[in-house]
């Protein structure tokens, strides 16, 4: 067993010493949605004496399947931050493979459950498992029944334009809506990466960057420049972050950089989080790297008066 934070990370098929109330879903974004259901597993929890656990993949089940979901919305070292945040006591984790995938539905169960004292389950009322997806809340309920186990089954959480979805959340990241996606996230979308040497090429300018590795299993939201917040030592600071590519130095490559306004201590090595709060602008190639420096410079304004 490994420990992140408060919260405590296991395999699912793990033994547990503790009685458990389980909150079962893929769970890949942790949306307003997602957050209601772990709450309803916390509060079931603490009615039975129990500690909550929250099920999820640490991989991304469509890459193993072939299926386009063009990455995660939240990596799983970004879900367990956020679960630690939700102050939720374990994560139990399960890697996906062909092998897991073809798991009948009781069976994935009674693997879940064999090594821990399960008091209770929250799922959501669309909640499918096992094999093809097999497994329904009727075939859960019937199980929960006959182990002495307590169901509760939340209802979607939904808005005007029906359910609040991880597809919905991830098609506004690409069209870069950020404040909608945040809406529905319950928190600014954010990115944990290490800070590498980059081009230097900010530093040039007026305006050195901590160029983030970009998680290879994570969802590229549309290019632009954003008003964010970076976590350093314990503090979040002011930023501006350019998401994508940099045509005013003919390089298409795909990154993060992030200039921290008032910051200018090394950052090499460190893993730090990036919070977007605001899309400022396209991206565009400029005439000269001056003109970029006074674009830049409006986007460092903005982040100054931003109230956000």
């Known amino acids: 067993m490994s420990r992140w934070k408060g919260i405590k990370t296991i395999e699912y098929t793990e033994r547990c ?11 890949d974004c ?18 039975n004496n129990a500690k909550c656990g929250v099920f999820t993949f640490e991989n991304d089940p469509f890459a193993i399947l072939g ?12 879900r367990l931050t956020k679960l630690d945040d939700l102050r939720v006591d374990y994560c139990i984790k399960a890697r996906f493979d062909r092998e897991f995938s073809q798991s009948k539905p009781l069976e994935f ?63 506004l990241l690409i069209d870069g809506d950020l404040q909608q996606a945040n809406v529905y996230l319950g928190q600014p979308y954010f990115v944990i990466g290490q800070v590498a040497h980059g081009k230097r090429r900010g530093r040039n300018i007026g305006f050195e960057t901590a160029n983030v590795e970009y998680p290879h299993d994570k969802l590229k939201i549309k290019s632009g420049s954003y008003y964010t917040r ?15 590519e940099h045509p005013t130095f003919d390089d298409m490559t795909f990154n993060i950089e992030s200039h921290i306004l008032f910051y200018e201590n090394d950052l090499y090595g460190k893993k730090i989080t990036v919070r977007f709060l605001q899309r400022i602008r396209d991206i565009k190639k400029f ?9 830049i410079s409006k986007d460092v304004e903005f982040a100054l008066e931003s109230k956000l």
């Open 67 to 78: 299926k386009t979901n063009c990455g995660q919305i939240l990596n799983f070292e970004e």
């Open 109 to 171: 169960l009674q693997r879940l459950a064999s090594n821990k004292i399960v008091k209770g389950v929250v799922v959501g009322r669309d909640y499918t498992f096992g094999a093809k997806g097999e497994g329904d809340v009727e075939l859960l309920a019937n199980w929960c029944a006959d182990n002495g186990v307590e169901l509760v089954v939340e209802p979607f959480a939904e808005d005007k334009d029906g359910k609040i979805s991880s597809t919905r959340i991830r098609q």
């Open 287 to 295: 005439a000269s790297k001056e003109e970029l420096a006074e674009r």
């Open 17 to 27: 010493e503790d009685e458990l109330v389980v909150a079962l879903g893929f769970f």
């Open 30 to 47: 942790l949306h307003i949605g997602h957050v209601k259901l772990i709450e309803s597993a916390k509060l079931l929890a603490f009615k």
């Open 230 to 244: 970076v976590l350093v030592d314990g503090v979040w600071l002011k930023s501006v972050t350019n998401v994508g």
